[in-house]
Nanobody
């Protein structure tokens, strides 16, 4: 079964950085458009970043200038580089592909 597997979350202090990874078990070129979402406790899941191409992406206003989405075709991996993290970034982060089910997500906690 084709899956999405997220990793890279953890506990980080405000101002710190993390890089999330999402690996697909088949060619990343065959799974459709991809994006990163997050869901904080008691809140709806929201889109954080959408990968358009190696040069273009869309970002939520709350993360613009701090987060960067990228893709490594050879590794079938989607990344989310997160810098200048804030406590309000605390959430479970998920990647999503058009043609695949949701992964289990990875927890990101930003706290001092």
């Amino acid at each position: 079964q084709v899956q999405l597997v997220e990793s890279g979350g953890g506990l980080v202090r405000p101002g710190g950085s993390l890089r999330l990874s999402c690996v697909t078990s088949r060619s990343i070129l065959s799974v459709g458009d991809m994006a990163w979402y997050r869901q904080a406790p008691g809140k709806q899941r929201e889109v954080v970043a959408r990968f358009i191409s190696d040069r273009f992406a869309n970002y939520a206003d709350s993360v613009k200038g701090r987060f960067t989405i990228s893709r490594d075709v050879a590794r079938n991996t989607l990344y989310l580089q997160m810098n200048s993290l804030k406590p309000e970034d605390t959430a479970v982060y998920y990647c999503k592909a058009d043609f695949l089910d949701w992964g289990r997500g990875t927890q990101v906690t930003v706290s001092s």
